[in-house]
């Protein structure tokens, strides 16, 4: 247990629909970190938080969204969905911004578009 | 821009035979470099990781070099088990890219009894 917890582990919507994932960083943890897994794109960051503030952006599509709440836990919001949004999505978070610090994974929430 | 390429997969052994898996890497600045193991419906745990030019980097028999000259970080191990099965990831870490992973594509190791 790495101690980063994601709800819903899975969630099943339809194309056009707008979804709310939920990530819980370890305990002390400032930075979060989203990341998609997919079959054809393999593991992609898509944005970081730290202490509440973005702080880099990657791959991220102009229909998802994401924040970090004073209590540090974030959201990442998927909207307008298309099937291709289909995918693994992970939650990571470390102490620090350094690089060298391990990034903790949560378990996932696998996105099912219909 | 920050890449890493793994060797093709997947990747299928007998117990206790010798396992390589080649990573190298592209980067503009000092990264530190990791691999990240995933089991079967789970998430990504750290493997190992080093952080300069010709640190070691090992844990459960694994074991993994950062080779500046050679943008090289390859995974060993001496004697896989049938529990070593599951998907590895190389990845590197870089302060000038905001310490965000970028990973390889991974590699399915499977290993038969």
């Known amino acids: 247990d790495s101690g980063v917890t994601q709800t819903p582990k899975h969630l099943i919507t339809a194309t056009g629909q707008r979804v709310t994932l939920r990530c819980s960083p370890r305990s002390g943890d400032l930075s979060v970190y989203w990341y998609q897994q997919s079959l054809d794109q393999g593991l992609q960051f898509l944005i970081q938080?730290?202490?509440?503030?973005?702080?880099a952006k990657g791959n991220i599509l102009e229909r998802f969204s994401a924040q970090q709440f004073p209590d540090l836990h974030s959201e990442l919001n998927l909207s307008s969905l298309e099937l291709g949004d289909s995918a693994l999505y992970f939650c990571?978070?470390?102490?620090?911004?350094?690089?060298?610090?391990?990034?903790?994974f949560g378990p996932g929430t696998r996105l099912t578009v219909l | 821009g920050n890449s890493v390429t793994q060797m093709e997969g997947p990747v299928t052994l007998s117990e206790e035979a010798f396992l390589t898996i080649n990573c190298t890497y592209t980067?503009?600045?000092?990264?530190?470099l990791f691999w990240y193991v995933q089991y079967p419906g789970e998430g990504l745990q750290l493997l190992l990781k080093?952080?300069?030019?010709?640190d070691k980097g090992s844990n459960k028999g694994f074991e993994a070099t950062y080779r500046k000259e050679t943008t090289s970080f390859h995974l060993e191990k001496g004697s896989v088990q049938v529990s070593d099965s599951a998907v590895y990831f190389c990845?590197?870490?870089?302060?000038?890219?905001?310490?965000?992973?970028?990973f390889g594509q991974g590699t399915r190791l499977t290993i038969n009894p």
């Open positions: 080093a952080t300069k030019a010709d």
């Open positions: 990571a978070s470390s102490l620090t911004l350094l690089n060298y610090n391990e990034q903790f």
């Open positions: 990845a590197l870490s870089d302060l000038a890219g905001a310490q965000k992973l970028v």
């Open positions: 938080y730290y202490n509440g503030e973005e702080r």
């Open positions: 980067a503009t600045g000092y990264p530190s």
